[in-house]
T-cell receptor, first 117, second 109 residues
Framework: GAVVSQHPSWVICKSGTSVKIECRSL??????MFWYRQFPKQSLMLMAT?????????EQGVEKDKFLINHASLTLSTLTVTSAHPEDSSFYIC?????????????FGPGTRLTVL | GQNIDQPTEMTATEGAIVQINCTYQTSGFNGLFWYQQHAGEAPTFLSY??LDGLEEKGRFSSFLSRSKGYSYLLLKELQMKDSASYLCAAVDSNYQLIWGAGTKLIIKP
């Protein structure tokens, strides 16, 4: 099946620093990648949608200058949390939608747990 | 607006059957997904329905009624490992997933 990896799995950083999270589709090409954030005991919240070679589309309330997304190839998207603060601590999950396939399933990465001190 | 409703939490007994309901209102409809999510992990795919009716896959079945904007996930022969959150997500006319808040399922011995 389709596999999506994320790196790192978890990261602890100091307030004010920037953190980059990578999302890779390992065995398929992804036309679109999605970045979600999930706070404890809450559902997934879509942050942005990125298409390879074009600018990401951000959901309302998500600061595009704070959450930088780069979708450089059909297998890699990165999310950079700039000047991270404790309120940015969350579980960040990416998903990828395949070029092929019978339907528009999103394949999820394992997630990255970010803790900002 | 677009909306997905599902119960916040349900409790069931090991070995029993449980049905998790989901109602949706979306601009356009291109199918409905059910995902399972264990605490601290990413969601994993369970089922996809786009036509009316019941899809059975082992212990799990999913039902869809497009005219009623309604779906359910049926879990049989419950096992302790089934304790998780179950997320319902509808695909809208732009092929975006509209997520429900998830139903936390607690299995008791």
């Amino acid at each position: 099946g389709a596999v999506v990896s994320q790196h790192p799995s978890w990261v602890i950083c100091k307030s004010g620093t920037s953190v980059k999270i990578e999302c890779r589709s390992l065995d398929f090409q992804a036309t679109t990648m999605f970045w979600y954030r999930q706070f404890p005991k809450q559902s997934l919240m879509l942050m942005a949608t990125s298409n390879e070679g074009s600018k990401a589309t951000y959901e309302q309330g998500v600061e595009k200058d704070k959450f930088l997304i780069n979708h450089a190839s059909l297998t890699l998207s990165t999310l950079t949390v700039t000047s991270a603060h404790p309120e940015d601590s969350s579980f960040y999950i990416c998903s990828a939608r395949s070029l092929a396939g019978d339907y528009n399933e999103q394949f999820f990465g394992p997630g990255t747990r970010l803790t900002v001190l | 607006g677009q909306n997905i409703d599902q119960p916040t939490e349900m409790t069931a007994t090991e070995g029993a059957i449980v049905q998790i309901n989901c109602t949706y209102q979306t601009s356009g409809f291109n199918g409905l997904f059910w995902y399972q999510q264990h605490a601290g992990e990413a969601p994993t795919f369970l089922s996809y329905n786009v036509l009316d009716g019941l899809e059975e896959k082992g212990r799990f079945s999913s039902f869809l009624s497009r005219s009623k904007g309604y779906s359910y996930l049926l879990l049989k022969e419950l096992q302790m490992k089934d304790s998780a959150s179950y997320l319902c997500a509808a695909v809208d006319s732009n092929y975006q997933l509209i997520w429900g808040a998830g139903t936390k399922l607690i299995i008791k011995p």
